[in-house]
């Protein structure tokens, strides 16, 4: 019985390659390693799958091409010593590196303030592992019978190494086909289909309103159809009079929304003239401060972040936007990035083209923001960090991705020994960059006018995703690192890459001051920026506190 068993688990693993098994082990150990965010099991298991099949299949690519090359090989009863040790002591190491992969785990969620998980989740990390991994490979011999199907078909008419050749070129033009034209096409067109008809849906508990402040009313240029569905939730929503005056004890004035919708005009420049004319038929260039925000990828603005300015300023306010896209910030970024700079483009400069024609002790200050995609997007307006000072009276930017021009353009140039996760510029004179709220009020005298406001966390993958990490260390792995990222976190080709693409997926899912959530130093950031007269340190503890009662969307 035994001896049959053991026949069996050989014949089980004959059908492996040996090198590849060995390397996708080591591969497996290597992706339980921490990154910036914790790992629910689902995306670990997903993480290691890819992993394991990757490691095979360099393994085994590598051992054909030993035997091929004719090299020495070891005796046949080596191999079968080593296979042994492989089958008996492989699955003990792997579940082994899981445990310690568990307290990697656990240690990430202690630096971001999250509980320990127990290690019952353990083994469904290893099915999912192990299903991963033989999906892959499974794809991966039916793509090389299919090449043999050909090879051999070609070989009737053609020289074989011609056969073998052709055979090549057709698999892979047949997979860039595949992926790109069917399954990316499908996705997109999926996407675009999903998310275009909740575009034109009206969020829950949401009423179109009456006030000729707000793009949308029945006195707006902008009507309510074409809006959108985050668009309308902006417009309708945001601190009422009461609540405003609750908390500057003062008489507010009612806050201006402008808001132009995907479905307003034809094109982002259409979009954004439109939005200047709904600025002018409210008296938006009178009021004391003028929000150029541009959206997230759906066309979202984060409540904390508007409410907040319109709190400080008891409603003598008026934020700008207009939507560029409907889809998730993560998909927009891979199909729509270019439409995210034509609309950051856009509606700055015609907003800037009005509001400079105006007295400067009569217009308001102009201040542009972003979040995430948004920053990408509104950063795009400006050449250079000159030019941003030059146009602006401040700006505030949030979670900004690294493929940002602007943004790397500052941090490539930090100046020497400030690292890259909180680089400092031109010794911190006008443009400053801050994760906490300790960082942002130190050293406040020697700020000086206009200033800019780069908030990231050393741990939000949004900032440090990069396609540069496949193959290349970065700088915030090789330098002093930011106080919520593991000390155990390395850098590992495709490996990290993979790992921070995943952790993207569940940035917002974090305690605030982690990852990708900056709620809890909103009322600081702006108050560096863009403090009205009079305003303390006291109004922005009392701000962040109604802040804090709000919930991510």
């Known amino acids: 019985m035994f001896n049959k068993a053991k026949r069996k688990t050989s014949a089980y693993f ?119 991994f033989l999906l892959l490979v499974s794809a991966a011999r039916g793509i090389r019978k299919l090449s043999k199907v050909l090879r051999r078909f070609s070989e009737k008419w053609l020289p074989r190494r011609a056969a073998i050749g052709l055979s090549v070129v057709v698999v892979t033009v047949f997979l860039y086909w595949l992926i790109s034209g069917v399954l990316v096409g499908s996705f997109v067109d999926f996407s675009n289909s999903f998310y275009g008809k909740k575009n034109n849906t009206t969020p829950v508990g949401i009423a179109q309103p009456t006030s000729p402040y707000r793009s949308g009313s029945p006195q707006s240029l902008v009507p309510w159809s074409t809006i959108g569905y985050q668009g309308q939730a902006f417009v309708a929503r945001g601190p009422n009079q009461q609540q405003i005056k609750d908390f500057t004890g003062g008489q507010p004035m009612e806050q201006i929304r402008v808001y132009a919708g995907i479905n307003s005009a034809n094109d982002a420049k259409s979009r954004a003239e439109l939005a200047v004319k709904e600025l002018e038929r409210t008296g938006a260039f009178s009021r004391k401060v003028l929000i150029v925000a541009t959206a997230t990828g759906t066309g979202w603005l984060e409540p904390q972040s508007v409410d907040s300015i319109e ?81 602006t009276d401040g700006a505030l930017y949030m979670g900004t991705p690294s493929d940002t021009a602007l943004w790397g353009t500052i941090a490539n140039t930090r100046d020497v020994g400030s690292p890259e996760w909180q680089p400092v510029y031109q010794n911190s004179k006008n443009i ?71 952790d993207q997926f569940f940035g917002v899912t974090v305690p605030n001051g982690h990852g990708h959530n900056y709620g809890n130093t909103i009322a600081n950031a702006w108050a560096a920026v863009a403090a009205p007269q009079g305003w303390t340190q006291d109004k922005s503890d009392a701000l962040q506190i109604i802040i804090n009662s709000y919930s991510n969307e």
Not at 49 to 55: D, E, K, L, Q, S
Not at 315 to 332: E, N
Not at 362 to 374: A, C, W
Not at 464 to 487: A, H, I, M
Request: charged residues 15%; proline residues 6%; contains cysteine.
């Open 432 to 502: 400053r960059f801050a994760a906490a709220n300790d960082t942002i009020l130190s050293n406040q005298n020697t700020w000086q006018k206009p200033r800019t406001l780069y908030m990231q966390h050393a741990s939000d993958p949004v900032v440090w995703f990069s396609f540069d990490l496949l193959f290349n260390e970065p700088d915030w792995l090789k330098e002093t690192r930011g106080p919520d990222v593991s000390p155990k976190m390395r850098w590992y080709p495709i490996v990290t890459f993979f790992q921070v693409t995943v």
């Open 14 to 132: 004959a059908r492996f390659n040996y090198v590849g098994l060995l390397v996708a082990l080591i591969l497996f150990c290597v992706s339980l390693l921490p990154s910036l965010l914790p790992r629910p099991g689902l995306y670990q298991g997903l993480i290691s799958g890819i992993n394991v099949a990757i490691g095979y299949g360099l393994g085994t690519l590598a051992s054909k091409a030993w035997r091929w090359l004719g090299l020495w090989e070891l005796p046949k009863k080596a191999k079968s010593i080593a296979w042994s040790l492989l089958v008996a002591l492989g699955p003990v190491f792997a579940i082994s590196l899981l445990f310690i992969g568990a307290a990697w785990q656990n240690e990430v969620r202690q630096l971001v303030g999250e509980q320990a998980e127990s290690g019952t989740h353990l083994f469904r990390i290893l099915l999912i592992t192990a299903l991963v």
């Open 311 to 391: 709190y400080m300023y008891g409603g003598d306010s008026a934020i700008v936007s207009q939507q560029y896209s409907y889809l998730p910030s993560w998909i927009s970024f891979l199909v729509d990035k270019q439409n995210a700079t034509e609309a950051g483009q856009a509606l700055f400069n015609a907003v800037y083209s009005k509001w400079a024609t105006l007295p400067v002790d009569q217009r308001p200050k102009l201040i542009p923001y972003g979040l995430s995609l948004g920053s990408f997007g509104g950063q795009s307006a400006f050449g250079g960090a000159s030019q941003l000072q030059f146009l």
